[in-house]
């Protein structure tokens, strides 16, 4: 139980393209979720916490604008990376929390590498 | 403000021994969890182990357990017979009851030799 799925698992595009990764809760609902990005041999970097129907709350310094975020239903979160660049490139790994015993653990996705050319 | 220390930035265990990875935590709430999860190479986060601040026995699961110290406001990794799969990240975090946040170490590189 409590599995998270992220799709796509790597992305190659072209610097001014966007890129759409999705998370999804596979067996609960998930009354919150989560987005990081993490660098190389770094921790998580919270990027924004959403719940289902409302606008997501952003971690200062990270642009909205840039980064958007739906959460559309209760298992599915998505992640827009707009006109991307090449400092856009990062491993960025959503979390879900709900599901499990306990309902303050994030169980996490298994990350969207991705590269911006 | 809360806060996740990992002092060890790389552990080295023999293959069927136990380890220690070290974690402690600062926060003025007296409810919250701590959570510890393994990060292999294939950068997936693995939940491993929780631990609430109310429970009163330490929390296991398995060849995993925490040791629970609150007075000291340590939470520990302990693993058991240690196997060549279990090289990986590991990250401590925290999160207050009733917030949305979990905050995280900046994490314990662990190697298993054979």
């Known amino acids: 139980g409590a599995v998270v799925s992220q799709h796509p698992s790597w992305v190659i595009c072209k610097s001014g393209t966007s890129v759409k990764i999705e998370c999804r809760s596979l067996?609960?609902?998930?009354?919150?979720m989560f987005w990081y990005r993490q660098f190389p041999k770094q921790s998580l970097m919270l990027m924004a916490t959403s719940n289902e129907g409302s606008k997501a709350t952003y971690e200062q310094g990270v642009e909205k604008d840039k980064f958007l975020i739906n959460h559309a239903s209760l298992t599915l979160s998505t992640l827009t990376v707009t006109s991307a660049h090449p400092e856009d490139s990062s491993f960025y790994i959503c979390?879900?929390?709900?599901?499990?015993?306990?309902?303050?653990?994030?169980?996490f996705g298994p990350g969207t590498r991705l590269t911006v050319l | 403000a809360q806060k996740i220390t990992q002092t060890q930035p790389g552990m080295f265990v023999q293959e069927k021994e136990a380890v220690t990875l070290d974690c402690t935590y600062d926060t003025s709430d007296p409810s919250y969890g701590l959570f510890w999860y393994k990060q292999p190479s294939s950068g997936e986060m693995i939940f491993l182990i929780y631990?609430?601040?109310?429970?009163?026995q330490n929390a296991t699961e398995g060849r995993y357990s925490l040791n629970f110290q609150k007075a000291r406001k340590s939470a520990n990794l302990v693993i058991s017979a240690s196997q060549l799969g279990d090289s990986a990240m590991y990250f401590c975090?925290?999160?207050?009851?009733?917030?949305?946040?979990?905050?995280f170490g900046a994490g314990t590189r662990l190697f298993v030799k054979a």
């Open positions: 067996d609960f609902q998930a009354t919150t």
């Open positions: 975090a925290m999160s207050v009851t009733g917030g949305f946040k979990t905050i």
């Open positions: 631990q609430g601040s109310y429970d009163q």
């Open positions: 979390s879900a929390r709900g599901g499990g015993l306990h309902t303050d653990t994030q169980y």
